[in-house]
């Protein structure tokens, strides 16, 4: 019972630090600030992360792992590739649609490379992991001729720049399922399927 608690103490923390480090960026949001977020002493964050570097970068790894195990999935192989692909965007857009605030996280990161340079890499390494994912594929369905001839990488990058911008861009959650579904069908448009 008591490492529960100290999980979902630790949990509250970071969800904190992901909220005001994306709302504030990293040298605005502080400590203090987080604690208050998170319902918890100044003091008792120092339980769970050494200082605020810490903290920060467990904010943008901890979520990313989560973000692999849905993103680097696929909808289950079937014969249709279309519907494939198609059950594959709604897996990916659904779990991104949630991920509003991470979403932000991630492109605060990524708009300053230089200063995180090594947590960049880490965003950097996992955007090629996905982009080599979707390959397969991508040229599954053109192989079997219900895609036109693109190249899958790039396939691959306009995807995710497109449900990474669909996020960024939206204030709906999924629960506005008209808006969502017309970003899901265009989202199968980027794949290039022959009409």
Same mark, same amino acid.
């Given at each position: 019972?008591?490492?529960?608690?100290?999980?979902?103490?630790?949990?509250?923390?970071?969800?904190?630090?992901?909220? @005001?480090?994306?709302?504030?960026?990293?040298?605005? /949001?502080?400590?203090?600030? $987080?604690?208050?977020?998170?319902? =918890?002493? +100044?003091?008792?964050? +120092?339980?769970?992360?050494?200082?605020?570097?810490? %903290?920060?970068?467990?904010?943008? #790894?901890? &979520? *990313?792992?989560?973000?692999?195990? =849905? *993103?680097?999935?696929? /909808?289950?192989?079937?014969?249709?590739?279309?519907?494939? $692909?198609?059950?594959?965007?709604? %897996?990916?857009m659904t779990y991104f649609a949630q991920?509003?605030?991470?979403?932000?996280?991630?492109?605060?990161?990524?708009?300053?490379?230089?200063?995180?340079?090594? *947590? +960049?890499?880490? #965003?950097?390494?996992?955007?090629?992991?996905?982009?080599?994912? #979707?390959? &397969?594929?991508?040229?599954?369905?053109?192989?079997?001729?219900?895609?036109?001839? *693109?190249?899958? !990488? !790039?396939?691959?990058?306009?995807?995710?720049?497109?449900?990474?911008?669909?996020? @960024?861009?939206? $204030?709906?959650?999924?629960?506005? @399922? &008209?808006?969502?579904?017309? +970003?899901?069908?265009?989202?199968? %448009? #980027?794949?290039?399927?022959?009409q």
């Amino acid at each position: 019972m008591a490492i529960q608690k100290s999980e979902e103490k630790r949990e509250k923390i970071l969800q904190a630090g992901i909220k @005001l480090f994306s709302e504030n960026g990293y040298s605005k /949001a502080t400590i203090k600030d $987080i604690s208050k977020e998170a319902g =918890v002493s +100044f003091g008792t964050v +120092f339980t769970y992360f050494e200082n605020k570097d810490t %903290l920060f970068e467990a904010s943008v #790894l901890e &979520p *990313l792992e989560d973000m692999k195990a =849905v *993103l680097l999935s696929q /909808a289950e192989e079937q014969d249709d590739v279309a519907a494939q $692909i198609k059950e594959t965007i709604k %897996l990916h857009m659904t779990y991104f649609a949630q991920q509003g605030t991470y979403a932000r996280m991630v492109q605060y990161v990524i708009g300053q490379r230089d200063r995180f340079a090594d *947590l +960049f890499n880490e #965003l950097n390494d996992f955007t090629e992991e996905f982009q080599e994912s #979707l390959e &397969p594929l991508i040229r599954k369905g053109q192989e079997q001729g219900v895609l036109i001839e *693109l190249d899958p !990488n !790039n396939v691959a990058i306009t995807y995710l720049a497109y449900i990474n911008g669909v996020r @960024l861009t939206t $204030i709906d959650d999924i629960d506005q @399922l &008209p808006s969502w579904n017309m +970003f899901m069908d265009h989202a199968y %448009l #980027l794949f290039g399927p022959k009409q």
